[in-house]
């Protein structure tokens, strides 16, 4: 009874005003503390003090992007700050599309498996069953293991491939030019046994999409547009995000000169998406259901197989995973430290609870993460 009149008392209380230089939307709020299924209580006033601290910092030229709080899908807030594009003085808003970056790795690996729940594929089977003219050194390498970084590719050679496929100019390749930015005919070596050890490598990801290619027969875009975003009426979402509409990167607050991101030669499955926060919560609210992924898959792509040691979380398919305040959480996040920009979806499941920040200049996330639970929940 409590929660149902907690949700009447969201819709039918709701602010107005509008802040300098922010677009706004309408923001319930919750009239007395609620008191989620985890224990954690949202204080009253909660999300006026946070939207009124992400205006300051928005003022202060330290955030620009767009916020979402939800808690099972009925936002608490959602509200974009800042500008999408400086020059044209054009505001962030719920809707504006932003660069995903790393985010677009969860999308890979739903991408993967909902070929595998179709058959199509297994996440055991060995990436030379789909490569042609595989190295010799990547025979034993299974599509799990690209998917939990635990290849052992080559670091070095990985990040080079890596560098040439983000500054190489987008055009019809030849087949030369294929196999080469594929790794084919480059000199690899093996860092550390199969499946031993956890190594972050964009390289892996961008395999990934050429496999999704070759085993749906449809571009890595085109293939994300049917299986996902088209589905979950995701109308913000897309690849590749140099598609005109998406907000403007900057590398500080002092500059307007936007910050160019070329298109890839080759589908590039570990960045390159756009999304909205909008969409991302329709994302986040499907993954509740098998509307895209039968449970048992939803659980394989969580995992986790593999500690992240950066910031001691878990490693699952595209998503990390770890407690926050002692609550379980899933995660994607991409950009942050030295990036024009920095995303994250923070999806607390036992409470459905939905945390989404998109920024279009630079933010660290696990600080984001402290100051809106700081403000929700109060500071521990």
């Not at 706004?24 to 709020?29: E, F, G, V």
């Not at 547009?225 to 590749?240: E, H, K, T, V």
């Amino acid at each position: 009874m409590k929660q149902k009149m907690f949700f009447v008392m969201l819709i039918s209380t709701i602010l107005s005003s509008l802040l300098a230089g922010c677009s706004r939307s309408l923001i319930p709020q919750p009239l007395t503390p609620v008191t989620l299924p985890s224990g954690l209580v949202i204080e009253s006033g909660a999300v006026t003090r946070l939207d009124a601290k992400l205006s300051q910092m928005t003022a202060d030229g330290t955030f620009t992007g767009s916020v979402l709080i939800a808690v099972e899908g009925k936002t608490l807030l959602n509200k974009g700050y800042g500008l999408a594009d400086r020059l044209q003085k054009i505001p962030n808003t719920p809707q504006t599309r932003f660069h995903l970056g790393s985010t677009t790795k969860s999308f890979t690996a739903m991408g993967i498996l909902i070929l595998q729940s179709q058959g199509k594929l297994s996440v055991q089977d060995p990436i030379c069953k789909y490569i042609t003219e595989c190295p010799l050194e990547w025979q034993g390498i299974t599509i799990h293991h690209l998917l939990t970084h635990t290849s052992g590719l080559s670091a070095q050679l990985s990040d080079q491939l890596y560098r040439e496929i983000e500054q190489g100019a987008s055009a019809p390749l030849t087949p030369a030019q294929l196999a080469h930015y594929l790794g084919l005919t480059s000199p690899w070596s093996i860092d550390s046994p199969l499946g031993e050890q956890y190594s972050y490598n964009n390289f892996g990801y961008i395999l990934l999409a050429y496999i999704i290619e070759v085993v749906s027969g449809q571009s890595y875009g085109d293939y994300l547009d049917q299986a996902i975003f088209i589905p979950l009426n995701m109308r913000n979402s897309g690849y590749p995000d140099s598609t005109s509409g998406l907000a403007k990167l900057y590398a500080n607050a002092n500059t307007k000169t936007e910050w160019q991101i070329a298109t890839p030669p080759v589908s590039e499955g570990s960045g390159n998406l756009y999304s909205s926060a909008e969409d991302l919560l329709l994302l986040d609210q499907a993954l509740y259901t098998d509307q895209l992924l039968p449970q048992v898959e939803l659980d394989r792509m969580f995992g986790p197989y593999s500690k992240e040691m950066v910031y001691g979380f878990d490693y699952g398919y595209g998503w990390v995973s770890g407690k926050f305040r002692g609550q379980q959480f899933v995660a994607g996040a991409g950009g942050g430290a030295g990036s024009p920009f920095g995303t994250m979806i923070v999806r607390f499941t036992q409470d459905r609870l939905t945390i989404i920040v998109l920024a279009n200049q630079n933010i660290d996330q696990i600080y984001f993460l402290g100051l809106i639970s700081d403000e929700l929940f109060g500071k521990k």
